[in-house]
């Protein structure tokens, strides 16, 4: 079997319902951040909810069974929009963009704001570790060694605060289906947490050498 | 000095200005949801899009500057409204309702929904890291031993499927400042995912003796 020729005007439209898709999310993480920080009156606080409760009766007029899952674009790209790490329509996401390299590296630079928050003023300890397991499985992805999430650790170095951060995750070691992934936030001045993850390609995915994309 | 006898008004006040927070979070929850799975047509999307907008102008009108961070009571108790788990004002939060008992034990029954994806179908990896980093520390600090965390270990049993699960943690042990908990997160067939959280009490709280309720 051949693959089909993409057809231009799906993919125009794949992007342009992208770009829709992804505005609509971005706004909704901006209404997050607001409902924490707002400070205006009671009684608007309980005309926005109103209001809020109609979009969602709109949305919800048509919407598929249960979560995202992972869909495939024409093109073969597994697209995991639901994803509460990088999903583009998940407002839980911050989202992370995040880049890999062949060599088994994955980095993102990102913002997190008042919806992330732990400690006053710092990142909530488990949003460092839900970032940090994401980066890895992807470093481990990028390099050619896939696989499910088996232990990961998370060391607290200091504090993690909110604002403007890094992360990275590199291989450090491949033993046959278990790879080992090292990696850490930091912020400007240095790294706040760092992270090692163990990555075992599962049984039913061992088939004739092959691996699939990703897991997660 | 004497605490102040609490102003009935004010607890009163106090408390439908809660329930009027979570109201509004909660709805923010739904819309979350219903962004990731809605089908409707996109123009419907944008239209929707461009209300959501309205809305936050309508809350930024007056906020706070920055994260929420802790505020307390008049009567002492610490409200962590914007925290990433437990936030009552926080979308991005499930939020889960924790029982503390005080042989130094936490533990939440939730539901995790489409918003809470990582592989298929399952919770994100990540996303049980983060809860169980919440209940750990909850843990500690309910045995009288809080802290910040200084490692979390996450051990993945087997996947965990979104809809309704329990996390519980359990204080292990305690040496001085550093206190060990173990936990799990469970689903109606058993334990899918395991923790180990090292907390340490910082130096800056090691005064007389005494402890801070907690940190997280």
């Known amino acids: 079997m051949f693959d089909t020729p993409e057809d231009p005007s799906e993919v125009e439209e794949s992007e342009r319902e992208h770009a829709v898709r992804g ?69 839980v996401a911050p989202p992370l963009v995040i880049t890999q390299e062949p060599e088994g590296r994955a980095w993102a630079e990102f913002h997190l704001g008042a919806a992330y928050e732990g400690p006053p003023g710092l990142v909530h300890g488990g949003v460092s570790a839900l970032i940090l397991d994401q980066l890895a499985g992807e470093a481990a992805a990028a390099g050619g060694s896939p696989g499910m999430t088996g232990t990961l650790t998370v060391r607290y170095r200091r504090g993690t605060p909110l604002g403007d951060l890094r992360g990275e995750c590199w291989i450090e070691k491949v033993d046959g289906v278990k790879t080992t992934v090292k990696g850490h936030l930091q912020d400007a001045e240095g790294v706040t947490v760092e992270a090692e993850g163990i990555f075992i390609l599962p049984r039913w995915a061992r088939v004739d050498g092959e691996r699939p994309e990703r897991f997660e």
């Open 23 to 91: 505005d609509l999310a971005a706004s909704t993480r901006l209404l997050v951040d607001a409902v924490i920080r707002s400070t205006v009156a009671e009684a608007e606080l309980v005309a926005v909810r109103a209001e809020i409760d109609q979009l969602v009766a709109r949305l919800q007029a048509s919407q598929m069974d249960g979560s995202y899952g992972v869909n495939r674009s024409g093109s073969g790209t597994v697209r995991a929009q639901g994803n509460a790490v990088i999903g583009l329509r998940n407002a």
